[in-house]
């Protein structure tokens, strides 16, 4: 099956951020835009997430360890992990998780 995001409803996450999903058997994937100075504030979940930045430049703390993403990065976010974003300019990224996220459905 082929999707196209421009297709997919948006869900605001918080301020700044939104998100497009497709849901899969497995797995749930999200087109993200963040705008600049968004903050995803500290928080966890049971899905493993991979977050790819297509473009910007993502601050991210997970486990306590801060690093910078830009676009050709990727990390993977273990379950329960705390984790945390903060948007150092506009971004976009692909989050992947794994088991599918039936609260962004």
Same mark, same amino acid.
Request: proline letters at 5%.
């Given at each position: ?10 869900? =605001? !996450?918080?301020?700044? %951020?939104? @998100? ?8 749930? $994937?999200?087109? #993200? ?23 910007? =430049? !993502?601050?991210?703390? %997970?486990? @306590? ?8 990065? $990727?990390?993977? #976010? ?28």
């Amino acid at each position: 099956m082929t999707y196209k995001f421009s297709g997919i409803p948006k869900k =605001k !996450l918080i301020e700044g %951020i939104i @998100g497009q999903y497709i849901h899969t058997d497995t797995n749930t $994937i999200g087109y #993200i835009t963040i705008e600049k100075g968004a903050i995803l504030p500290a928080h966890s979940h049971i899905h493993e997430q991979i977050t790819q930045v297509i473009s910007g =430049k !993502l601050e991210m703390t %997970i486990d @306590g360890v801060t690093q910078v993403l830009e676009p050709d990065s $990727i990390t993977v #976010i273990p379950s329960n992990a705390i984790h945390s974003a903060n948007a150092l300019t506009n971004c976009i990224v692909i989050d992947t998780f794994s088991p599918v996220r039936e609260d962004y459905k």
